[in-house]
């Protein structure tokens, strides 16, 4: 067996102290280009494959890595597209600042236990939508490491948070339905809480639901009713049990089944209402002439569906820089801050004004 390259192999070989060519790895701006170069080339010569992770742990107290804890098993974030644009934010930034990224997916379902929560070693955490009841939570707030949140939970100044305005945005969407004439206007929900159900939303259900998101845009949308003069309580709010095409269009079936005087339909996301479009195309329900939707996001998606969809858009990629930006300040003990994102309506071919018996 060859004998095991290490930093003091690599400085005898060069001629330089052990501690030179430990900062050509982790303090690179104390040497001069070349001699880092030289360092390194005679590294790669010798078939050095890198400082000890578990050594510089020890040294410094940090692992070179931080975590990304959401809600839903490990396909989720590779399919959905929201998902996708804030993930790729976050590795955007954590690639430039030499981080590394682990993916913590906790599903309602999943008990902490048998969850990497507890045993993965990482810097700090990104809490990407996470229900405040769920465990994880707490469980990263009683250890000592950062924590940024994503959406929700909102755990108030104290700890750094990065969102939109949710009541804005909902509100921005239902006005330009009342302002372009509908009165009959449904909402299609992703979930209102960490348990899945699929149908209509009673008050009681309304008063339990714990997703922050949800409840604020259910907020916005009622608040635009009431400014136009109308009434906020004839809102039909339905809920899809997910947050994807097929979810969307098992739900607006029922939705449009239950309720066929509706005109308008508010979706909780660009997803929902691509699902929402093909029902209502299966249903005989053209888009926009007798249907109007209207999603949330400006996922890619959004502009290509036909008709292309209204939306509010959210700029989800800035979302995930600015996520894992908020992080790194705090893992370099800056204090914590809070960044609201701008919001816009987009307007495209999936609304226009009801049909003339409304």
Not at 48 to 68: E, F, H, K, V
Not at 73 to 78: A, E, P, T
Not at 328 to 337: G, K, N, S, V, W
Request: proline share 7%; glycine share 10%; net charge negative.
């Amino acid at each position: 067996m060859p004998p095991r390259v290490t930093l003091q192999t690599i400085a005898d070989e060069v001629g330089v102290s052990r501690a030179t060519v430990s900062n050509a790895y982790n303090r690179p701006d104390q040497l001069s280009e070349a001699l880092r170069e030289r360092i390194l080339g005679a590294a790669e010569q010798l078939g050095y494959r890198g400082p000890d992770a578990t050594a510089r742990m020890l040294r410094t107290g940090r692992t070179g890595s931080i975590g990304l804890l959401f809600t839903d098993d490990l396909r989720y974030v590779f399919n959905d597209p929201d998902t996708m644009l804030f993930m790729r934010g976050v590795a955007e930034t954590s690639a430039l600042a030499g981080t590394g990224l682990v993916l913590l997916p906790v599903p309602p379902d999943l008990d902490l236990a048998d969850s990497a929560v507890g045993h993965v070693a990482a810097d700090g955490h990104l809490v990407f939508s996470v229900d405040r009841s769920h465990p994880a939570v707490d469980a990263l707030l009683g250890s000592d490491r950062p924590i940024v949140t994503v959406d929700e939970p909102d755990l108030g100044d104290a700890t750094s948070f990065v969102g939109i305005d949710d009541v804005r945005g909902a509100s921005l969407a239902a006005r330009h339905l009342v302002e372009i004439g509908h009165r009959r206007l449904g909402v299609l929900l992703g979930r209102l809480g960490p348990d899945v159900r699929t149908g209509p939303v009673d008050a009681e259900r309304e008063a339990e639901g714990s997703i922050r998101v949800a409840r604020r845009r259910i907020d916005g949308y009622r608040s635009a009713l009431q400014q136009a003069g109308l009434d906020p309580g004839a809102l039909v709010l339905w809920e899809a049990g997910g947050n994807d095409p097929d979810s969307g269009r098992r739900a607006t079936t029922e939705l449009l089944r239950n309720h066929p005087e509706l005109t308008g339909l508010l979706c909780f996301s660009d997803q929902l209402a691509i699902g929402a479009s093909q029902a209502a195309t299966k249903l005989g329900r053209r888009v926009p002439d007798d249907l109007s939707l209207v999603g949330f996001d400006d996922v890619p998606r959004a502009s290509s569906w036909d008709p292309p969809l209204t939306t509010i858009r959210q700029p989800l990629v800035d979302k995930g820089r600015a996520a894992a930006d908020l992080l790194l300040e705090l893992i370099e003990q800056q204090p914590a801050r809070r960044i609201e994102l701008p919001i816009e309506l987009v307007v495209r071919d999936s609304t226009a004004s009801p049909p003339p018996s409304d």
